[in-house]
């Protein structure tokens, strides 16, 4: 058992911080501080529920989380191309 269907919804559903940030690294949007605010909390919210506030261990496999964002990657894709 690698993973669960929490941790990937998770991972699969940041999409939109993947999209803010590419949006920002292409130069078509600045960032707002609002973006700025949005995309942290959000990714200190994914660190704390993949490691449990751990520093040093992560509570799903590896391969789960590679997974997870490249889903989420994915759907940001999907989501920008059409």
Known sequence: NEG???VAT???Y???VYIILWF?????????????????L???GTFLLLTNGSLSK????????FWGILA??????YTIIY
Do not use: Y
Request: hydrophobic share 65%; proline share 5%.
């Open 4 to 6: 669960n269907a929490a």
């Open 14 to 16: 940041i999409a939109p």
């Open 72 to 77: 989420g990657l994915a759907l940001a894709f």
């Open 24 to 40: 920002a690294f292409r130069g078509k949007e600045k960032l707002r501080a609002f973006d700025i605010v949005v995309v942290l």
């Open 58 to 65: 992560l509570i799903v496999a590896p391969s789960s989380l």
């Open 10 to 12: 998770l991972l699969q």
């Open 42 to 44: 959000t990714l200190i």
